[in-house]
């Protein structure tokens, strides 16, 4: 049974970073692709960025425009943890952020289905 888990969310001030990880256990995946997602109150849920896997090797990431110069994700393999670190955050990043990972996918964002997501992270940035 594979199992995602987030930790990292809090309160931050805008223009403030936070580290968002995702660590994956109970399966090995050969291929995978694994996405930040966001889900702000009363707003559908929202691809943030994602990252596509072979093995230990990174295949592509890919970002929403909002997410673009101040997101990153990356990998620690060694971990089994995906990071997103968010840098200049604004009061329209808080959210729910989940990581969710769909099993033998090469991906872009928009066409991400996960198969299974963690259980979120809340992120508010506010004065």
């Known amino acids: 049974q594979l199992q995602l888990v987030e930790s990292g969310g809090g309160l931050v001030e805008p223009g403030g970073s936070l580290r968002l990880s995702c660590i994956a256990s109970?399966?090995?995946?050969?291929?995978?692709?694994i996405g930040w997602f966001r889900q702000a109150p009363g707003k559908e849920r929202e691809g943030v960025a994602c990252i596509s896997m072979s093995g230990v090797n990174v295949l592509s990431t890919d970002y929403a425009n909002s997410a673009k110069g101040r997101f990153t994700i990356s990998r620690d393999n060694a971990k089994n943890t995906v990071y997103l670190q968010m840098n200049d955050l604004k009061p329209e990043d808080t959210a729910v952020y989940y990581c969710?990972?769909?099993?033998?996918?090469?991906?872009?964002?928009?066409?991400?289905?996960?198969?299974?997501w963690g259980q979120g992270t809340q992120v508010t940035v506010s004065s």
């Open positions: 109970g399966r090995t995946l050969d291929r995978y692709a």
């Open positions: 969710g990972l769909e099993a033998g996918a090469w991906t872009t964002l928009k066409a991400m289905t996960p198969d299974h």
